[in-house]
């Protein structure tokens, strides 16, 4: 429980955070302990039961009194929170006040499973929420209450979509207990940021609030507070230049995407690097590269997206830049940047891990499926794919500073959060964040109808498959939602349905300046929307009563993603709040990447017992199954490699005098 009186103040000079953990065995030994009683799944509950009845008691004081009472109150109990910390009796009053202000000010009373999810965050705690619980009101409970205590509170979304829906509809319930609300999205200047992080509620991409931090840790020469006070002294003009007051409470929404899935790169700045030599060197490699023979220079495995250098292509290369400049002398370096052009021209494909728009590279995130506004590849890739492209080349990037998601969001003094889908991860969560997982029970049963899993021997087979499943579901006035794996793919989609003539719209990296009106038209009668993981996390689709009445949204998946928790929030946008909905996965071997040997030999196997046979699909379900496993696996390993690294500069640069 976060005792909120023991903080420093939220001010520029302060910047109250966490320290770095300690990375000895006996504090890691102490954390895996502490680990087996905290992921104990009745851990809490018999006490959150007794909670959530305290909130009843005070709800019927509540509704009887005016708003003028209920906020008088409300001022009375945050003296009490500022004195005693986040104490149960406390919270539950503030709880039952909430509850009646949001039924009066939004139309919404907190179910008791709301409740419940919301007092498990003010423990520090991820609550796990079935998609569709309303977790967006729920979140409003901690957030008000830290608020109350004199903490400014950081509510943290996956995309700027969430995050200015999610503000723009709590913002009339916070205004209640005067509260002012801060937004920050990509477009949002420095002075208006500023602005923002001084809001006692803010809401923020994870991206947009780890680069601040950066920039401020960059403005800084010294991190101590006292420190930080001479350096203030010695000029006024520092305070007014940093943006955040210190990392006091922070409600991480879908915790496990920006916690575990944005996790496995760290975020950089970077600065400009104005060197022709260095352009010169990109644009004669990409050259170079085209002379290259496939199959005899270099192999290409698109499964594994690998490209290697043979000895004969070794040879190649080193024959092919005699006579270029001093760039090319060291084998090491030139094998490097031919093998960035080798990639760029092979493994990254347009409309799947890149968009080009106004003569412009712009990244894709395979998580989200969503622009990563301003990023770019490093190390010269990103010029490679804009010479393959034909755009204009950018100067090369130098990185000025780094810092990993979980190296970050260690440092809040109170961290939360919410989703659908931690439990899977919960053990990660514990090992990097000390963050328990807390399952909460569903206000209503869930009544969604799952279809058996199918596969398909090609792309076609299945999309004729997808064509057929639509036509049917129109005419019964449905709503359908077809998840795919990239732009690409639901370009590909959106072909197939207008040869069927069947009317839909698609939702994707190209079209998310569209995304709110696209996903308010979803749930209308006879509906159908190609979307890619972007629909997966936050999205609500309003179903009418017709498409209720005539068994609710069907989600349709194509292609697995790289995670199981993605899949399973895609089909969450059916059968939400006890509306009816029902999913099924389509899928396809063709174009597949296998990697593993156990699942070649379990489809092997199903191929040869027939595709079409109840045995055959089990068995080529079973390889997907496996593969997506593989690649779970190998992403853990490259956040824990990223966490490392991480750890072991911070440990060079505290070495050399200066922490990070």
Known sequence: MLKTGSHAPADYRHRPERKRPGRDWLAQLQVRIKGQFELNPWRLTLRGQRFVRKVSHYSLSCEADTDQCLLERTRVLSQALRRQGLVDTVVAEIFAIIREMSGRTLGMRHFDSQLLGGWIMLQGRVAEMKTGEGKTLTAALPVITAALSGLPVHVVTVNDYLTQRDAEEMQPLYQCFGFNVGVITHE??????????????????????????????????????????????????????????????????????????????????????????????????????????????????????????TEQGTAAIRHLCEGLGPLWRGAIRREEIVHKALQARYIYQA????????????????????????????????????????????????????????????????????????????????????????????????????????????????????????????????????????????????????????????????????????????????????????????????????????????????????????????????????????????????????????????????????????GGQKMVIKALQVEQQFIERQNYLARQSTLDYDVKQGDLLAFSGRSN
């Not at 058996?452 to 087979?461: D, G, N």
Request: glycine share 6%; charged share 25%; proline share 4%.
């Open 188 to 309: 949002v200047t420095p002075p208006q940021r500023r602005h923002a992080y001084q809001a006692d509620i803010l809401y923020v991409t994870g991206k947009e609030l780890v680069f601040d931090y950066l920039r401020d840790r960059m403005k800084m020469d010294q991190e101590e507070p006292l420190r930080l006070h001479v350096e203030a002294l010695k000029s006024p003009k520092l305070e007014s230049q940093l943006q955040i007051r210190g990392l006091h409470f922070a409600l991480v929404d879908e915790a496990d995407s920006v916690l575990i899935d944005e996790s496995r790169t760290p975020l950089i700045i970077s600065g400009v690097q104005n060197n022709e030599d260095e352009q010169q060197f990109i644009e004669e490699a990409y050259l170079l590269s085209q002379e290259l023979l496939l199959d005899k220079d270099f192999t290409h495995k698109p499964e594994r997206r690998e490209v290697e250098f």
């Open 351 to 614: 409309d799947k891990d890149y968009l080009v728009r106004e003569g412009k590279i712009e990244l894709v995130d395979p998580l989200t499926g969503r622009v990563m506004e301003g990023r770019s590849w490093e190390k010269g890739l990103h010029q490679m794919i804009e010479l393959k492209e034909a755009c204009e080349l950018t100067p090369q990037r130098v990185t000025q500073a780094r810092i990993s998601y979980q190296n970050f969001f260690r440092r809040y003094l109170c961290l939360s959060g919410m989703t659908g889908t931690a439990w899977e991860v919960k053990q990660e969560l514990w090992d990097t964040y000390e963050l328990a997982v807390s399952r909460i029970p569903t206000y209503r049963p869930e009544i969604r109808e799952t279809y058996p899993a199918k596969v398909f021997l090609t792309a076609e087979q299945r999309w004729q498959a997808v064509i057929e499943r639509c036509q049917a579901l129109v005419i019964q006035q449905r709503a359908i939602l077809i998840g795919t794996n990239s732009v690409a793919d639901s370009e590909v989609a959106s072909d197939y349905l207008q040869q069927a003539g069947i009317a839909h719209q698609v939702l994707s990296a190209k079209q998310d300046k569209a995304e709110a009106e696209i996903v308010a038209q979803a749930g209308e009668p006879g509906r159908v929307m190609v979307a890619t993981n972007m629909a997966g996390r936050g999205t609500d689709i309003k179903l009418a009563p017709a498409v209720k009445a005539a068994g609710g949204l069907h989600v349709i998946l194509t292609d697995r993603y790289e995670s199981g928790r993605v899949d399973r929030q895609l089909a969450g946008r059916s059968a939400r709040q006890g509306d009816p909905g029902s999913f099924e996965m389509l899928l396809t071997l063709e174009d597949q990447p296998i990697k593993t040997i156990s699942a070649k030999g379990l489809i092997a196997t199903g191929l040869s017992l027939g595709i079409d046979t109840s």
